[in-house]
């Protein structure tokens, strides 16, 4: 049964104050590749802020576009690279529905994820529900099948665009 603690990034709500989320994720970011030994370099960190501009996925040429506005030389290879990095270090996640990116809610921990997408608002909220990914894994097993990396990817309509349809 899912718990509240397997909600690790819930829709934004009115209140939500979304420059301290920014803050807090990059803080982590910065954290997290501290302690791994790598490099979040001032491009991979402004790839990740804008990737975390809003609660809805982001693609790469959108991110591109953005970038090119604070720099001429910005190019699709340095983007797609920032991203593979940010991505192998569990910093974001890639939505494959919409061939976009959203922040990870804990990049504390290594983590498939179960997404919920609403389709009129485009926000994106994060599960991590260990029943749902152990019962995909179960099944796979049954059928011979050894699961590597799992990403569930839901689409429907968030509980503030619905409660604006009343």
Not at 47 to 64: F, M, Q
Request: net charge negative.
């Amino acid at each position: 049964m899912a718990t509240e603690k397997d909600v690790i990034a819930p829709f934004p709500q009115e209140s939500h104050d979304h420059g301290h989320c920014v803050e807090e994720a990059l803080d982590a970011a910065e954290q997290k590749c501290r302690d791994e030994g790598v490099r979040l370099t001032p491009l991979r960190r402004r790839v990740l802020e804008l990737v975390w501009s809003s609660h809805g996925p982001v693609g790469a040429y959108d991110i591109l576009e953005m970038l090119r506005g604070e720099r001429a030389g910005a190019a699709p290879p340095t983007v797609y690279r920032a991203l593979d990095f940010l991505r192998d270090h569990d910093l974001i996640h890639r939505i494959e529905s919409l061939n976009a990116f959203v922040g990870c809610g804990d990049p504390a921990r290594h983590h498939g994820g179960q997404f919920l997408i609403c389709t009129d608002c485009g926000a994106v909220a994060e599960l991590d529900d260990p029943d749902i990914a152990g019962t995909v894994a179960r099944r796979a097993g049954a059928l011979g099948f050894r699961v590597e990396r799992q990403t569930i990817e839901v689409s429907g309509r968030c509980g503030p665009c619905m409660a604006r349809e009343s």
